[in-house]
């Protein structure tokens, strides 16, 4: 089991990997305990849960929705929880985000931490304090910036996740290694065949050190002001795409990164060569479908929370394992746009 505190201006927060429910009941309160989760892991898991109320939502990202969170809230005041109750999110990244928003508007904000169970969740979602729900096609739109006390990542949870998700948390996963260490983009793709298997051990390792890529960052800059913003490499394609085609999450980050990646040549920024790279790679894993994007992509992206008066911060890459940050006009953005869905469809012929 290894321990990672991430010790911020916006709070602490105790990620504790390769544990078991057992190492951190003796973390949570005597009573006034609140359950979220959601269909499927309260059908998986229900049995390891700490003695408090359960509050059960839908599973999948459509529940991520201001609907959500003021139901939740409801339930919350019906079932009589004041300022000392205690939120704890149990399940994969949809759960952890409205979880943790709800943890931070109830009652102006209530004690809360996670037992995440996704691949995606443990390497990302769980971590950094970041909440959400999306607004119609807009993902995250609504959200707030609140660590959670503890984070539980129980590897062994990640035999149950259907392939899908567990190829999804793969990208999240790998991103790490792509856009700050090159051995960790190695040694994920060198374990692919592995890492099917599932093994707890394997995995704990790779999720680890993504772990604590992500934890040096949050810990630099909590609030996303800055460098955190690395973090989101993949993602301003990424949302267009798992809202367009309703791919999991990860998946259309996955795709989202081959574009930025794109985009960092075509910019100048990196060479071909680390493209084609990273294209292997994320085709062995098995994470590249054909996804076109959709036309009006663009507006998208700049009614998206990365527009700054018109120009969007975007993460590239000056090689695999080193990721950028420049401001990129929309109409430059456009251009690229109609290259790359120029070459993507005669690529599909
Ligand atoms: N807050 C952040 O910093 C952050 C970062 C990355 C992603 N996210 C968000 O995370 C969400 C995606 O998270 P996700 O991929 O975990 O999706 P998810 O929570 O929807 O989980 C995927 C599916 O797996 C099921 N599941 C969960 N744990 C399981 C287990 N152990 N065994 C079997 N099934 C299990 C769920 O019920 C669901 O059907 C997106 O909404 C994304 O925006 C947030």
């Not at 049995?47 to 059960?56: A, R, T």
Request: hydrophobic fraction near 40%; include cysteine; glycine fraction near 10%.
């Amino acid at each position: 089991m290894n321990r990672i505190r991430i010790n911020s201006t916006e709070g602490k927060s105790l990620l504790v990997l390769g544990g078991t429910v057992n190492d951190i009941v003796p973390l949570l309160p005597g009573r006034g305990l609140f359950i979220i989760t959601d269909t499927n892991v309260s059908r998986l898991y229900g049995n390891s849960f700490p003695v408090g109320e359960v509050l059960i939502v839908e599973a999948g990202e459509r529940s991520k929705t201001m609907e959500t969170v003021e139901g939740l809230c409801r339930k919350l005041l019906e079932a009589g929880a004041d300022r000392s109750s205690f939120i704890l999110g149990f399940g994969g990244g949809v759960v952890c985000d409205i979880a943790g928003m709800v943890a931070s508007v109830y009652m102006r904000g209530v004690r809360h931490a996670f037992v995440s169970t996704t691949l995606l969740s443990q390497v990302d979602a769980s971590i950094g304090g970041k909440t959400g729900v999306n607004l119609g096609e807009y993902k995250n739109i609504i959200g707030t910036f609140r660590q959670p006390e503890f984070v539980l990542c129980d590897h062994s949870m990640l035999r149950t996740l259907p392939e899908e998700e567990f190829r999804s948390g793969l990208g999240e996963l790998f991103k790490h290694g792509i856009i700050r260490d090159r051995n960790l983009f190695f040694d994920i793709s060198a374990s692919a065949e592995i890492l099917a298997e599932r093994d707890p051990a394997v995995l704990g390792d790779l999720i680890l050190r993504a772990v604590r890529i992500k934890a040096a960052v949050v810990r630099r800059d909590p609030l996303e002001k800055g460098p955190r913003r690395i973090l989101n490499f993949g993602h301003t394609f990424g949302h267009v795409l798992e809202t367009y085609h309703r791919i999991p999450h990860g998946l259309a980050v996955a795709q989202g990164m081959l574009i930025a990646a794109e985009l960092s040549v075509w910019k100048g920024e990196m060479p071909h060569a680390e493209l084609r790279l990273l294209q292997v790679a994320l085709e062995n894993a098995g994470m590249i479908g054909g996804y076109p994007l959709p036309s009006g992509v663009v507006s998208m992206i700049a009614r998206d929370k990365k527009s700054e008066s018109g120009s969007v911060n975007f993460v590239l890459l000056s090689s695999v394992g080193k990721a950028v940050i420049r401001k990129l006009s929309i109409t430059g953005l456009q251009e690229f746009v109609n290259y790359y869905t120029e070459k993507d469809s005669q690529s599909q012929q």
